[in-house]
């Protein structure tokens, strides 16, 4: 583990929580220019109606019916907005970022119960920089290099494994913990462990058509 910060983010995924660490998505949304972000902008780019926001707990999102669509939690912090997603993936997908990332700029972590992360940086409506946990020296995107310097630690990590117990880079919670760091640390927004069992305006989506990653 690198810092302190990433380690407070094994409190977030793990513990109590450790149900978001099996499967989840954090994205923030920071505005491109002097106007701010909000929830229901963000919610019409998701091709959503803010008339449908329900006020919800992602500890409990399991109870809610979906029907087979996504379930999002919105949280407004200053100027950005955060998007949760319990065993979601929508922050992954190039349509997705690039709908957010409209004069915006979008970072967004997620995992699955197949060991995979991803960590994606969108900005003005395409996909910069993309990280898949199980090929790190194979980053995609318009400009692979852009996070190169916020990216060392992360890499770094990756080497620890690859050359220690296992041969699977997606291993182990530190991985996922310093993935949000990251995002922490070049938005200074931050995703607690409170933040899981607030109330927060939430809604049930139908994905945006065309196909993910």
């Not at 700029?105 to 003005?124: E, F, I, Q």
């Not at 199980?134 to 318009?142: C, Q």
Request: net charge negative.
């Amino acid at each position: 583990m690198s810092d302190e910060l990433a380690g407070s983010y094994l409190d977030v995924i793990g513990g109590e929580n450790e149900w978001f660490g099996v499967a989840g998505c954090w994205t923030v949304v920071q505005p491109g220019g002097p106007d701010a972000v909000d929830i229901d902008r963000v919610v019409r780019r998701l091709g959503g109606d803010p008339a449908g926001l329900v006020t919800r707990a992602p500890s409990r999102a399991w109870e809610v019916e979906t029907g087979g669509d996504e379930l999002v939690f919105l949280v407004q912090t200053g100027p950005a907005v955060s998007m949760i997603e319990v065993g979601g993936h929508q922050g992954t997908r190039d349509v997705v970022l690039s709908r957010l990332s409209e004069a915006a700029t979008v970072h967004s972590a997620c995992w699955n119960v197949l060991g995979k992360r991803y960590l994606a940086y969108a900005a003005h409506g395409e996909v910069v920089t993309y990280l898949h946990s199980h090929f790190p020296d194979r980053l995609t995107g318009a400009d692979p290099a852009a996070l190169d310097e916020d990216l060392r630690n992360l890499l770094t990590l990756g080497e620890v494994i690859r050359n220690g117990a296992s041969d699977d880079l997606a291993d182990g919670d530190d991985w996922l913990a310093e993935m949000l760091a990251v995002i922490d640390r070049r938005t200074g927004v931050r995703l607690s462990p409170d933040q899981l069992d607030e109330q927060h305006p939430s809604i049930v989506l139908r994905p945006l058509p065309d196909e993910g990653r």
